[in-house]
């Protein structure tokens, strides 16, 4: 796992964040690895993260890789502090978006405890909190920490 922290300013004209994630699975299933940025509304980099998941879909990943960045800034932030903030999360996965946007309903029971999750981080977030779909050559910075963690992975079980 890496992670590269920045200071989070109190600056109370950064009230938006930015979170690009994505998840993949080399195989699907296959071994699985989710990443996120988290920007302030001046392109800022606050975080940076790439994570092993062990062996997952690319559904689960995506869905792994946005309750991590929600785990994230619950760590990070105080609630009281994110409920001044508009949170939007930008994803290349299509059914993940309409799915947490309730466009899609969820059929898998693995999807359905996920979505369990990502509702109760946001409960707890207490922020306004919206989803994007944008196309995956917008989200490449989220896409390279995904493949360079599999990589990684790849390289950590060859030796």
Same mark, same amino acid.
């Given at each position: ?7 989070? %300013?109190?600056? %109370? ?22 990443? !996120? ?44 502090? /994110? ?5 939007? !999360?930008?994803?290349? %996965? ?9 466009? !899609? ?8 405890? /996920? ?34 963690? /599999?990589?990684?992975?790849? /390289? %950590?079980?060859?030796?």
């Amino acid at each position: 796992m890496e992670e590269r922290n920045l200071s989070i %300013s109190n600056d %109370s004209e950064k009230q938006a964040l930015l979170i690009f994630t994505d998840g993949g699975a080399r195989g699907n299933p296959g071994p699985a690895a989710i990443g !996120f940025i988290i920007k302030d509304n001046y392109g800022e980099v606050l975080v940076e993260l790439g994570k092993f998941i062990g062996r997952a879909t690319n559904n689960v990943a995506e869905y792994q890789a946005v309750i991590e960045a929600l785990t994230w800034l619950k760590n990070n932030y105080q609630r009281k502090e /994110l409920s001044n903030y508009q949170i939007n !999360f930008f994803l290349d %996965s299509n059914l993940v978006v309409n799915q947490l946007n309730g466009r !899609f309903k969820i059929k898998d029971a693995k999807l359905k405890n /996920l979505i369990i999750k990502v509702r109760c981080l946001e409960k707890e977030i207490n922020g306004k909190i919206f989803y994007h779909f944008i196309p995956r050559q917008k989200n490449h910075h989220a896409d390279f920490l995904v493949n360079q963690t /599999l990589d990684k992975q790849n /390289l %950590s079980r060859r030796h």
